[in-house]
């Protein structure tokens, strides 16, 4: 049985370089790949009850433009480089979503880019790959 290593993308420049080590890591180690898209929402975002109507309706069109957009050519990309490879997307807090996506699937790590926020904004804001070093249980490779 071969290890699988999650590999966090979103279309950004930081995340191609982590697809790129993860499939030559996955190539060199024989081990297979899960590609996770996070779409964030904040917890701290209020909706009228005329938008939480129309909620549902606009999760399923971001899931189905994700799949289209980001996961399906990501996945034909690692399986054209002859690498098993499967994509999930989910909702949620990005940090806190690939971490439990790792432990979920038994993931032997994580890989991530790292966008090149400012360190103000990484101190006031976070950033996805310093908050996923902190959570995470297993080991995390943060691509620059």
């Not at 995340?15 to 590609?35: P, T």
């Not at 964030?40 to 971001?62: D, G, P, V």
Request: with cysteine; hydrophobic share 40%; net charge neutral.
């Amino acid at each position: 049985m071969s290890a699988t290593h999650l590999v966090g993308v979103d279309c950004s420049d930081c995340s191609d370089r982590a697809l790129d080590y993860a499939i030559e890591r996955a190539r060199d180690s024989g081990a297979d790949l899960l590609v996770a898209h996070v779409i964030e929402w904040s917890r701290y975002s209020f909706s009228t009850a005329a938008e939480n109507e129309q909620r549902h309706k606009r999760r399923e069109e971001e899931l189905a433009r994700a799949r289209t957009e980001v996961i399906d050519p990501v996945v034909a990309k690692i399986r054209e480089a002859g690498i098993e490879a499967r994509g999930v997307i989910r909702h949620g807090h990005a940090a806190e979503t690939l971490a439990k996506l790792a432990k979920d699937n038994d993931t032997a790590s994580i890989i991530v880019g790292r966008a090149g926020s400012s360190r103000f904004k990484a101190q006031f804001f976070g950033s996805v790959a310093s908050s996923l070093v902190q959570i995470a249980d297993r080991p995390v490779t943060v691509v620059p």
